[in-house]
């Protein structure tokens, strides 16, 4: 059993604020990403957790004890780091084997363990060689593999895939996820990656600035984002967001942009936000792979559009379209035919439209 807890957690470096009274419930078993820019303060929340780093105000509960001024070695965490920590002039085996030796643990049982992890880890044809000898990508395995043998209720990886190539990230993201549904461990990643984190975690906590914006599974994240900055952050391209008002008369209710485009929102759940915004100006959102695109003559509601640019991905094209004087970026499948300069018609589909505040950012 392993619950995080943090209530108020606060850290100040002089007059930076690096987290700011952050409360965070990360249940037993589940593996959870702190995603941010650089800088908005993730390390400095792990290291509050792991001890290495002491809080400037609030808690941090295991299991409901306050750990907060208990020293690192007494909370029993594992803790893995962007730049492998492994002991170079040892063998594979040796690093392995380390944890479980001051642990007090005798030959046979660290022979067993050390040789599962090394399987798991896939690790078995390098256990007796120096660990001087092994590529980046494998010493970072080593390091992940001999914190992981120990069997820490609760396993912290700051970075831990940032300095290896792209393939073996891919290889090691899998790898990670096994690890976790075999020790069960409750698991804290931080990365500024938000693909690493909405294939890896079970819940996301995305920060900015010290501060908490939105905790929730990948999913509600992605689809339901709180604010602008989580919706900007998540997504790859990320989400279009438009100037726009709501307008309407006559019963009806319609997006405006203030480049001519316009829409007739014809959608319950939009309807309903679009009621909810206190002003008329809004920040309008879309996601890039939500948008259909149609040719001109198309009858049915969207906005007009022109294609600005296109960017073939392999299986997918980007369009860049000009809706009056803001550009937005569609993905449709690769060969979809929409060329340079044509005309064309966007069309934002129901459930998957977002409104935000223009001023505050925040979801409606
Ligand atoms: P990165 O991904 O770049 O490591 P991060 O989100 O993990 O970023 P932190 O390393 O937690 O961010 O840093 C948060 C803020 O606190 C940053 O502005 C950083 O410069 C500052 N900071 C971190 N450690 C210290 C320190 N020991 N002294 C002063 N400021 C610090």
């Known amino acids: 059993m392993a619950t995080i807890e943090l209530k108020s957690l606060t850290k100040q470096f002089g007059q930076l604020l690096a987290v700011n009274s952050l409360d965070l419930l990360i249940p037993d078993r589940k593996f959870v990403a702190l995603l941010g820019p650089s800088g908005c303060g993730k390390t400095t929340t792990m290291n509050m957790i792991a001890g290495i780093e002491s809080a400037s105000d609030g808690e941090i509960l295991f299991d409901g ?43 046979p049982e660290i022979e067993k363990k050390v040789t599962d992890m090394a399987e798991l880890m896939r690790l078995t044809d390098r256990l007796h060689w120096p660990s001087a000898r092994l590529s980046v990508n494998e010493m970072q395995k080593v390091a992940i593999g001999r914190s992981a043998v120990t069997e820490p209720a609760i396993f912290l990886l700051d970075e831990p895939l940032s300095n290896l190539d792209a393939a073996f990230r891919a290889f090691m993201r ?16 931080v990365t500024h990656d938000q693909i690493e984190a909405m294939s890896l975690a079970d819940m996301i906590a995305v920060m900015n600035l010290g501060v908490l914006q939105q905790y929730g599974t990948p999913i509600e994240v992605y689809n339901r984002p709180n604010n602008t900055f989580v919706a900007n952050f998540m997504g790859s391209p990320s989400m279009n967001l438009l100037d726009a008002t709501i307008g309407g008369g006559d019963g ?3 997006i405006e942009f203030p480049g001519g485009g316009q829409f007739e929102v014809n959608d319950e759940d939009l309807l309903r936000r679009c009621k909810s915004a206190t002003t008329g100006a809004i920040k309008f959102g879309a996601r890039p792979e ?21 960017e073939p991905i392999g299986p997918r094209t980007i369009v860049h379209l000009a809706v009056g004087e803001e550009i937005i970026k569609v993905v449709v499948p690769k060969g979809s035919g929409f060329e340079l300069g044509s005309d064309v018609k966007a069309v934002f589909p129901k459930g998957k439209c977002h409104i935000f505040d223009a001023e505050t950012g925040n979801a409606k």
Do not use: C, W
């Open 65 to 107: 004890n306050n750990v907060r001024t208990l020293p690192a070695r007494q909370r029993g965490v594992g803790f893995v780091f962007q730049n492998y920590a492994i002991f170079t002039h040892m063998t594979v085996y040796e690093n392995l084997a380390f944890g479980l030796r001051s642990r007090g643990m005798k030959g």
């Open 174 to 189: 899998t790898e990670l996820k096994h690890l976790q549904h075999q020790f069960q461990q409750t698991m804290v990643y």
């Open 252 to 254: 009806s209710t319609r």
């Open 290 to 310: 939500d948008i259909a695109l149609e040719a001109s003559g198309h009858t049915g509601d969207g906005v007009k559009a022109k294609v600005n640019f296109v």
